[in-house]
């Protein structure tokens, strides 16, 4: 099983900062997904980045993926309250993703 | 458009009795299948895929089993369930080719007492 470590676990931010969060392997993915869970809930696809060293801006979240596909990054530029959630990279194993254990982040006003 | 719902939302149940939860996709034909279970609000753990009817891959060894008796339909079961069994269960399909979107369905909370 190809692993998937995100740093930080947990995030508590006031509204209006600025944050990045991580996605780290030493394997190589074809594809890295960013995935937001809100409690109760599923799971709901941010992005999918395939080529390496790509960039995907989606409103104030900015997804990086690193050259040699094995790492990814989420920047969010001036959180909100809404941006409270677990963010969780996927990555494509070959039959199905796997998945980080994500990070919390809770966004205060 | 493609939807997927999974059932019951919630359940608590008690130790070593049974378990069925279902799955059902609706727009799309033959996609591929999933199983996630997700502890304490983190990480999800993939425990079987489906890449079509009959067909069913088991990621991690444990008393749960699962199967799919039509191509839109998949079932999560237990005979006899365990505490440890507790969590929450996501449903999920992807279009077939590895590397596409999944798309989960709502979850259910299992609490076995």
């Known amino acids: 099983t190809q692993l998937l470590e995100q740093s930080p676990q947990f995030l508590s931010i006031q509204e209006g900062e600025n944050l990045t969060v991580y996605c780290n392997s030493s394997s190589v993915f074809s594809s890295l997904q960013w995935y937001r869970q809100e409690p109760g809930e599923g799971p709901v696809l941010l992005v999918t980045?395939?080529?390496?060293?790509e960039v995907k801006k989606l409103k104030r979240l900015t997804f990086q993926f690193g050259d040699a596909r094995k790492d990814s990054s989420l920047h969010i530029t001036a959180a909100q309250p809404g941006d409270t959630g677990l963010y969780l990279c996927a990555g494509d194993s070959g039959y199905a993703l796997n998945f980080g254990k994500g990070t919390s982040l809770l966004v205060t006003p | 458009s493609q939807t997927i719902h999974q059932w019951p939302a919630t359940l608590v149940q008690p130790v070593g009795s049974p378990l069925s939860l279902e799955c059902t996709v609706e727009g799309t034909s033959n996609p591929n299948l999933y199983w996630y279970r997700q502890a304490a609000g983190r990480g999800l753990q993939l425990l079987f895929y489906s890449v079509g009817i009959g067909q069913i891959s088991s990621e991690v060894p444990q008393n749960l089993s699962a199967s799919r008796p039509q191509d839109r339909q998949f079932i999560l079961s237990s005979k006899k369930l365990l505490l440890s069994d507790s969590g929450f269960y996501l449903c999920?399909?992807?279009?077939?080719?590895?590397?596409?979107?999944?798309?989960f369905g709502e979850g259910s909370w299992l609490t076995v007492v």
């Open positions: 980045v395939v080529t390496g060293g």
């Open positions: 999920a399909w992807s279009a077939g080719q590895t590397g596409n979107t999944i798309y």
